[in-house]
């Protein structure tokens, strides 16, 4: 197991970036690393997913709008969030997964979380 802590969100508006960041305790060299979203009221879901060797799965939400990065080196995953839209408003959790079943979609597949950090989107 390895702990993530997220941070790099706030309040922004409609059109404006975000870059958060997500920290992890331990190597992540062969975790998948993850993230997921949870707007008020509705389920959390995925975003996007890197595998250990750089492998991308973005869900079409966010396509051509987000960017995965990973640094194994400083244990770091960053998510680039341009074009921001008021639907992307939720919190945002990084994860780490040993698998890469489904491209990293499948939230029963991780293991580890982060607490989250807030995204907002004004219109």
């Known amino acids: 197991q390895v702990q993530l802590v997220e941070s790099g969100g706030g309040l922004v508006q409609a059109g404006d970036s975000l870059r958060l960041s997500c920290a992890a305790s331990g190597r992540i060299n062969r975790y998948t690393m993850g993230w997921f979203r949870q707007a008020p009221g509705k389920e959390r879901e995925f975003v996007v997913a890197i595998s250990w060797s750089g492998n991308t799965n973005y869900d079409d939400s966010v396509k051509g709008r987000f960017t995965i990065a990973r640094d194994n080196a400083k244990a770091m995953i960053y998510l680039q969030m341009n074009s921001l839209k008021p639907e992307d408003t939720a919190v945002y959790s990084c994860?780490?997964?040993?698998?890469?079943?489904?491209?990293?979609?499948?939230?029963?597949?991780?293991?580890?979380w982060g607490q989250g950090t807030q995204v907002t989107v004004s219109s």
């Open positions: 994860a780490a997964s040993r698998q890469w079943n489904s491209g990293g979609s499948r939230l029963a597949e991780y293991d580890s």
